[in-house]
């Protein structure tokens, strides 16, 4: 069943998100804080739409929400925000590497917090907490010593202009201040970040900032 929403102001692109719970009870609460937004359009869970948001609620960072997380990105095609209670060191990356690239602590899970996740990851940007970034650089760190040595490892270093795009990413700015900012088209900002995180296997923007940040670049 598609959720109900008021009617969409004619011109307007609002962005379809798809509300997946644990329970009803949590259901109830998202939809309640994001049912009146003019900027999105609640759909059903099953919602195959283009550009659909999907927001998972995560009691805990199982096997099986692991799963589901990359079943929603890589499989069903749609950009995931993530509110969850705890992730640990080791949960961390897997996260990343599952394709999502906003994150809301569930204490922190307002309906202005949730709406401004799921804008960047609609955009393809990410948000993360202050405090996951921090936790992100240090396993970053880590697994980039051990395979610095490995045959085969791309070649490292940032050019001043991916060094400028990221600080700027690092900032919290969107793909099209940052391309006002440097005097650049929205397409050569992304068509940086896209470079950089091919020739560095990176996974996407938050893992890039915490390469930077490893390495004292920004």
């Known amino acids: 069943m598609v959720l109900s929403t008021p009617s969409e102001p004619a011109g307007a692109a609002r962005i379809p998100v ?3 719970a644990p329970d009803p009870i949590s259901l109830a609460g998202v939809t309640s804080q994001l049912n009146h937004r003019p900027e999105i359009r609640l759909v059903d869970a099953d919602s195959r739409q ?5 927001i998972l609620l995560a009691v805990a960072l199982d096997e099986r929400t692991l799963s589901r997380l990359r ?3 890589r499989t069903d095609g749609v950009r995931a925000v993530l509110v969850a209670n705890l992730i640990r060191e080791a949960e961390l990356l897997q996260v990343i590497d599952c394709g999502v690239g906003a994150i809301v602590w569930r204490h922190e899970a307002t309906g202005p917090r949730i709406l401004q996740a799921v804008l960047a990851a609609s955009r393809g940007d990410g948000d993360l907490p202050s405090d996951l970034l921090g936790r992100l650089i240090t396993q970053v760190g880590i697994m980039h010593r051990n395979s610095k040595h490995l045959p085969g490892d791309p070649a490292s270093g940032l050019t001043p202009r991916e060094v400028d795009v990221l600080r700027l990413v690092a900032e919290g700015m969107e793909t099209g201040e940052i391309a006002g900012k440097l005097s650049y088209s929205e397409r050569t900002v992304k068509n940086v970040m896209h470079s950089l995180t091919t020739r560095l ?6 893992h ?8 004292g670049y920004i």
């Open 18 to 20: 798809a509300i997946h």
């Open 201 to 206: 296997r990176l996974r996407n923007r938050a």
């Open 50 to 54: 283009p550009g659909t948001v999907a």
């Open 208 to 215: 890039a900032v915490a390469y930077a940040l490893r390495e």
């Open 71 to 73: 079943q929603l990105v």
